[in-house]
């Protein structure tokens, strides 16, 4: 099985925390309580790639593009070559329940961005946002049919991953129902749940790995980091299951 690097090896331990790379053609789901850092890993992982000559495309449902390159920049993570030489591509989805998108058939749009899916990597950071925004998974969640729904949108991933595209996904599970949630933990084949704890002024996080299928080399069961300006993510401790 091919890999994605997730690079900068000469920086942090990242790469090698995740085995060595990404699964091509897998779908990489990673949950996370609001202010987890689900952001923060994603970016990561997509800046990595691109370092490594994959062809990114990032959906942010929270940041516009501006937003993106100060984020970005505040961690050290220099995206502007990469997005003028059209090596990244970046596309900001709104998501409001009181607004006009309220309306909008927000997966469908998802799925139907040709643009999009011409990456080898594509991240949506926040899927739960797209999915609690959607009419039509909000109407079937209502009657009791999000797991139903779900189901359809794994067969649209599983589509999108067919060709050897990786699909990274990030998900509040605070805000959706665990059935809803069950086939897309299900289809996973690379799972993460980001946990926190404070001691004093200190967030500890740590990311437990639930699952991840084929791995290039062995992976911790519990990779604990943190995010510092300036510097990005810093690998701190690995458990060995």
């Not at 899916?117 to 926040?126: E, G």
Request: aromatic content about 8%; hydrophobic content about 40%.
């Amino acid at each position: 099985m091919n890999h994605y690097s997730i690079g900068l090896e000469d920086r942090d331990r990242v790469n090698d925390a995740f085995g060595g790379g990404l699964p091509q053609g897998s779908i990489v789901l990673l949950e996370g309580a609001d202010g987890a850092g689900k952001s923060v890993v994603s970016q990561r992982c997509a800046y990595g790639m691109v370092t490594e000559g994959t062809a990114v495309a990032y959906v942010s449902t929270e940041l516009r593009a501006a937003e993106f390159i100060e984020q970005m920049h505040s961690l050290s993570y220099d995206v502007v070559r990469p997005l003028l030489d059209d090596r990244l591509l970046f596309l900001h989805a709104p998501v409001d329940a009181r607004g006009p998108g309220r309306e909008q058939d927000l997966l469908g749009r998802l799925f139907d961005a040709g643009t999009l899916w011409r990456a080898d990597a594509v991240f949506v950071d926040s899927f739960g946002a797209l999915l609690r925004n959607d009419p039509s998974f909000d109407d079937a969640a209502a009657e009791g049919d999000a797991d139903h729904a779900m189901e359809r949108i794994v067969r649209s991933l599983k589509r999108a991953v067919a060709s050897g595209r990786t699909v990274f996904l990030t998900v509040d599970p605070t805000g959706l129902d665990a059935t809803a949630l069950g086939p897309l933990r299900g289809v996973a084949d690379v799972y993460f749940a980001i946990e926190t704890s404070t001691v004093g002024q200190d967030v500890r996080r740590s990311m437990v790995v639930r699952r991840f299928a084929g791995m290039a080399s062995p992976v911790d069961d519990t990779i604990g980091f943190s995010v510092e300006q300036g510097r990005g993510i810093t690998i701190e401790s690995r458990t060995i299951a």
